[in-house]
């Protein structure tokens, strides 16, 4: 089993809601990461965990918080978000984030909309 | 650059035709090379990849060419099927300094569309 899953799939909010993101496998990956796509755009890095310790921050806002309670899960904490961020937001895990031949496995996306 | 582009935004083709999608990477050091599938609505599939010691891998349907002189990946997909069509993403990975590996780098993608 390659899934990763993910809710909410929609997400609708305003700019002073909080909400957050989760996703979901249930491969015993050890690296976990969250992705940002645009339309017709290719997926841009965010953050990444390795065992559920943050390694990589690609200079993300802070109104972008995110979180690892355990290997399986990895959360992405919303609060203050603008418009622009209006985006698919992608959840991927890998065995390993020490081996590029590592294949990250993608979940579907949270459709994220900021009015 | 660290830049990994593709050469056309879109590609339509027949059905049962064979499809070519090629790829354009700037970073020699690259190591690792992988075409990924998006469908309208989810997530990018992995379908294949290659390391930079080889020049060519096969898997069902689909062949990927590395050409590390030129710097360029293609991806071939016989006998094209509806089924096909989908953005298709060409991600080399980058490593990094200090022990981190395996950021993925995603050109531009190309759209193939197959037409019945």
């Known amino acids: 089993d390659t899934e990763v899953t993910q809710t909410p799939k929609h997400l609708v909010m305003g700019m002073t809601n909080k909400k957050s993101l989760k996703c979901e496998q249930h491969m015993g990956h050890r690296a976990m990461y969250w992705y940002k796509q645009k339309a017709k755009k290719p997926p841009e890095l965010m953050f990444v965990y390795s065992y559920e310790k943050l390694s990589i921050n690609e200079s993300v806002p802070s109104r972008f918080s995110p979180e690892c309670p355990n290997s399986s899960l990895l959360n992405l904490h919303l609060h203050a978000l603008q418009p622009e961020d209006s985006a698919l937001y992608l959840c991927?895990?890998?065995?390993?984030?020490?081996?590029?031949?590592?294949?990250?496995?993608f979940g579907p996306g949270t459709r994220l909309t900021v009015l | 650059g660290e830049s990994v582009g593709l050469h056309l935004p879109t590609l339509s083709v027949q059905e049962g035709d064979n499809s070519i999608i090629n790829c354009a990477y700037s970073n020699s050091a690259s190591d690792y090379f992988i075409w990924y599938k998006q469908e309208s609505g989810k997530g990018p599939q992995f379908i294949i990849d290659?390391?930079?010691?080889?020049d060519k891998r096969q898997g069902q349907r689909v062949t990927v060419l590395l050409n590390k002189t030129v710097k360029h990946l293609s991806l071939q997909i016989a006998a094209t099927q509806p089924g096909d069509s989908a953005v298709y993403f060409c991600a080399e990975t980058l490593v990094l300094g200090s022990g981190n590996t395996g950021k993925l780098i995603f050109g531009q993608g190309t759209t193939l569309q197959v037409k019945p």
């Open positions: 290659i390391r930079s010691n080889m």
């Open positions: 991927a895990s890998s065995r390993l984030y020490s081996s590029p031949a590592d294949t990250q496995y």
